[in-house]
């Protein structure tokens, strides 16, 4: 090695400075998580809210890319896809009869309140207004109607049950898409005094259309013993109009046989021997 290249190396050496180096790679990192930390993406059927210090703001950044302020700002996800939940709940009917119902019900959130909502419920609205809601729903609309009511009509109940369930929900920014009562449940006793019921009722039935069969049987007796009756009527009176008619009776049973005992009458009354 000769000794311009020798001289050339320590003056490379002499300039080297470790510190520097290591302060550009670190600004170098720094502008690189501030690049990343600056953009972030919102995922189909998601609304973005942002968040200052932790300060909820006005906005709301929809599906695909946004930039906010690294360290500054932060970005909480909500989903305002339709949801399904299904909740069990219990009240009473009219007639205090206890009503156990399951509840199916498709929702989602307001996406244009979806700041507010996290701001004043946060991600827990399913527990904290969803499942209070249908509670509350069922056993207003419940009240109204006894409990063979809950089951004669039960769609007029379903629709109640979803319109008070909408406005309760529609108030904290929660829209309801459907609505289904799957199940209606109630007590052993009430479900043996509806089956007991439910046999009278066939007996009462039964006992209707035997009465009905027997006065019609009745009126088919009396029809054919009228006709007998009359037949009768007629025929005797054609007897006492003319009196040969009995011998003619007579003379059209007679085998032709002579009987082995006449007694003190004639076979033949009035016919010339």
């Known amino acids: 090695m000769d000794r311009e290249k020798i001289v050339e190396i320590n003056e490379k050496m002499k300039n080297f400075n470790p510190k520097k180096i290591v302060s550009q790679i670190s ?17 189909a059927g998601e609304r973005g809210v942002l968040l200052q210090f932790g300060a909820v703001k006005d906005k709301i950044f929809d599906e695909g890319l946004y930039i906010k302020m690294p360290f500054i700002q932060q970005v909480v996800t909500m989903d305002v896809k339709i949801q399904k939940d299904e909740i069990p709940a219990s009240a009473s009917s009219k007639d205090l009869q206890i009503v156990t119902s399951k509840i199916a019900l498709n929702y989602h959130i307001d996406p244009m ?55 309760r929900l529609l108030e904290r920014d929660i829209l309801v898409d459907e609505f289904n009562i799957i199940d209606f449940s109630f007590s ?63 003379i059209e049973k007679w085998d032709g046989k002579t009987p082995a005992y006449w007694g003190n009458a004639s076979p033949f009354i009035g016919i010339n021997r």
């Open 27 to 43: 600004i170098g990192l720094i502008v690189l998580i501030l690049l990343f930390g600056a953009f972030g993406t919102i995922g």
């Open 113 to 167: 309140a979806a700041n507010k909502i996290w701001q004043e419920v946060g991600k827990n609205y399913n527990s904290r207004i969803i499942a209070p809601s249908i509670q509350e729903a069922v056993k207003a609309v419940t009240a109204k109607f006894t409990a063979e009511e809950l089951i004669t009509k039960r769609e007029i109940v379903k629709d109640q049950i979803k319109e008070n369930l909408a406005e």
């Open 188 to 250: 052993a006793a009430f479900n043996d005094a509806i089956e007991a019921k439910v046999t009278a009722e066939q007996l009462k039935l039964k006992a209707a259309r035997d009465l009905e069969r027997i006065e019609i049987e009745a009126d088919q007796k009396i029809a054919e013993a009228g006709g007998k009756a009359q037949a009768i009527k007629i025929e005797a009176e054609a007897l006492r109009a003319n009196a040969q008619v009995v011998e003619l009776r007579w």
